[in-house]
């Protein structure tokens, strides 16, 4: 098991700090801190620190966090582009530490990965009907790229294991066809202003 840092209780952040965050692609090393900022979230289903390690590592070509000027993570992004569908970025999990929220480190996020993958011209992911923080940004992602978003079936409630309380249907969202953003950079010292 992972000896995961901890992730700084939520505090407001200074401007001057807000400016200097820092989008990169993810290292083997930021498996455990991932772990514990998903843990310090709050709202995203959880998964062993192994996973955060594996595609910390192997996926990290699809991955992405955010960085404060300390090297402190306040946001990360995880997906992959799925095997059978090389046209397409699948967006696994997506979250924001509390004390760097209305940033727009989320849709910065995106822009940052997918403008990474010249073949992808369709982003998908499955959200449940209570986020309506992910709707708002997969939506606002869609516009950005003037993009279509259709919204299909994706995992009905009942392909969840029976648990209390029972997890929500995931319908699917899939936003296409896109280019990259002509204002989006691949680069790796990207920064909010």
């Given at each position: 098991m992972l000896d995961a840092p901890t992730v700084e209780p939520a505090k407001a952040m200074e401007p001057a700090t807000a400016a200097l965050i820092r989008l990169r692609r993810t290292r083997p090393e930021d498996g455990a801190a991932i772990w514990s900022l998903r843990e310090a979230v709050g709202t995203l289903d959880p998964n062993s620190a192994?996973?955060?390690l594996l595609l910390a590592d192997r996926f990290r070509d699809t991955c992405a966090v955010a960085e404060d000027a300390s090297g402190g993570l306040v946001a990360f992004l995880t997906g992959f582009v799925p095997p059978r569908q090389p046209d397409t970025y699948f967006v696994w999990q997506i979250g924001v530490h509390t004390r760097a929220?209305?940033?727009?480190?989320?849709g910065r996020l995106l822009d940052h990965v997918v403008d990474r993958l010249p073949a992808v011209r369709f982003l998908e992911a499955t959200v449940s009907p209570s986020n309506t923080a992910s709707s708002a940004l997969f939506?606002?992602?869609a516009r950005r790229r003037e993009a279509k978003l259709v919204v299909s079936a994706g995992y009905p409630a009942d392909r969840f294991?029976?648990?209390e309380p029972p997890h929500e249907a995931e319908p699917l969202y899939r936003i296409g066809p896109f280019e990259p953003s002509p204002t989006s950079s691949p680069t790796e010292n990207t920064s909010t202003s």
């Open positions: 192994y996973l955060y929220r209305g940033l727009g480190l989320a939506r606002a992602f294991p029976a648990v």
